[in-house]
């Protein structure tokens, strides 16, 4: 969920590196756009130009021999001109290939030369004559980037409207000039995309991959990682630089304090060890040398060795996790004997707890796993006190060791009041207690006990797994490797 502002909106975040991104996409789009259109434009420019002095040169002999016709005229013939028949006079001894069109368009109509009708229809050659007729300087394209695109050139012949204007028309596709102008244009349209693409490339590569890489770095420390969570600043971006040099002063204030705080749990860990210790000791032996205590200060010496035992079992896991945290604590992978260290830690359990612990260690022949003896034996402690403190004193607890040719696998299992699936990953963390479980009178839990234990597990090169059914019980089971 998204932190809300004070009137219930959520807050929006955004990312400097994705809005410029975002930006300078916006622009090369409109920039590629906008240069496709200019360059489209031009090229029509300057290819409607060559077009048109190559077509005006395709015009000269038809022009001349219309000219020689009308110049042979006689002056009655001149002032009679012109009717169609004359058009069709004035037409006649040209012959043109490659569907190249001739025709006349005067005050007598529109007259083509013969065999128009095999190429054009009517309506496409009165297209082009209006076409013609309509442009500035009597010349046209039709068709533009069809296979049926066409120049278009009109030229006005001596003796006025009733003459009219010599038309050419001239298929384009075929010509070199345009194949070749047209390959151009495709060429550089492909170079204009290729490069937008390399330019968005660049732009994820130098823009996004830094920022990833001090993401994907930021991501990775962890507390005890704060001697080398510090980033060089050696290579960053410039506009990176002071929050980057900020970032690593806060990392060295945190180590700091993280020091001083790994030192304060050690010592005081360490302090109050042997202050409890006497203190237990004491209860112990008035205990167990005193015959006529009462027995109300009897049970009110039982409760606070209980109670005594209890805080100096807290503090030696304090200073287990104070002593990982400084890369002090010192775990074995060495061959022991598996059997027996569960033979020790139900022993402590039995005269530690009232539940009923049953296990089949007797049917399991005796192996070696790869770890340490005396952190298994406090791994089960931990596993069993845990398991009698969620369920009811008359419900029983079960150890079951299961060997096979690679692995060795110990599982505690209770009858208490499971845990949700959506907090089993929780549990494992440090002053951390599954959500909806309740603990039964007279038990406490500093949240310490099962991320000990996966500590220790983890050190011995093992792993731990846990199944559980709200309302049914949980199964906790370390894997260890067997010494073959």
């Known amino acids: 969920m998204s932190p809300l502002l004070p009137f219930g909106r959520p807050q929006q975040h955004w990312s400097i590196a994705r809005r410029f991104f975002y930006a300078a996409l916006v622009l090369i789009v409109f920039q590629s756009l906008g240069s496709i259109v200019i360059s489209n434009q031009l090229w029509r420019h300057y290819t409607s130009r060559a077009l048109n002095q190559i077509v005006t040169r395709n015009l000269d002999r038809p022009l001349n021999h219309v000219d020689n016709q009308l110049d042979s005229l006689t002056a009655e013939e001149a002032i009679n001109c012109c009717s169609q028949k004359d058009y069709q006079k004035l037409l006649q001894g040209l012959v043109l290939f490659d569907n190249k069109m001739l025709m006349i368009d005067g005050s007598a109509g529109l007259v083509a030369l013969q065999g128009a009708q095999r190429i054009y229809t009517r309506e496409q050659l009165e297209s082009y004559a209006k076409l013609v007729r309509n442009s500035p300087d009597r010349f046209a394209i039709s068709g533009w980037g069809t296979p049926q695109a066409v120049a278009i050139k009109s030229v006005k012949l001596t003796g006025g409207e009733q003459t009219g204007s010599l038309i050419f028309v001239r298929p384009i596709y075929n010509m070199a000039l345009y194949g070749t102008l047209n390959r151009v244009k495709t060429i550089s349209e492909l170079v204009l995309m290729v490069s937008l693409w390399v330019l968005l490339a660049a732009c994820l590569l130098l823009i996004f991959r830094p920022i990833r890489h001090l993401r994907t770095k930021f991501s990775g420390i962890q507390l005890d990682d704060l001697d080398s969570a510090s980033i060089s600043l050696e290579k960053q971006p410039i506009e990176l630089l002071p929050i980057l040099s900020e970032f690593n002063h806060m990392v060295s204030r945190l180590e700091q304090a993280a020091t001083n705080q790994k030192q304060f749990a050690s010592t005081i860990s360490h302090e109050f060890r042997t202050p409890l210790t006497v203190v237990s000791g004491f209860i112990q032996s008035v205990l167990n040398r005193a015959d006529d205590l009462k027995p109300q200060f009897r049970d009110a010496l039982t409760v606070a060795n209980q109670e005594a035992l209890r805080l100096n079992r807290m503090l ?169």
């Open 316 to 484: 030696s896991d304090l200073l287990d996790l104070s002593r990982a945290d400084n890369r002090q604590l010192r775990i074995l992978q060495e061959p022991f004997a598996i059997k027996a260290a569960c033979l020790q830690s139900l022993k402590l359990a039995r005269a530690a707890f009232t539940n009923p612990i049953t296990d089949q260690l007797a049917q399991v022949e005796e192996v070696e796993a790869i770890g340490d003896h005396d952190r298994l034996v406090q791994c089960l402690e931990n596993l069993i006190g845990n398991a009698v403190k969620y369920s009811e004193p008359d419900r029983p607890i079960a150890l079951d060791l299961q060997v096979d040719n690679f692995e060795v696998a110990v599982t505690v299992v209770d009858q208490g009041q499971g845990i949700a699936n959506d907090q089993l990953e929780r549990i494992f963390e440090r002053f951390q207690r599954a959500e909806g479980v309740t603990l039964r009178q007279g038990q406490s839990s500093s949240g310490l006990g099962l991320s000990i234990v996966k500590m220790l597990v983890d050190g011995m090169g093992g792993s731990i797994t846990v199944h559980s059914v709200p309302g049914e019980g949980s199964r906790f089971t370390i894997r260890l490797k067997r010494f073959l």
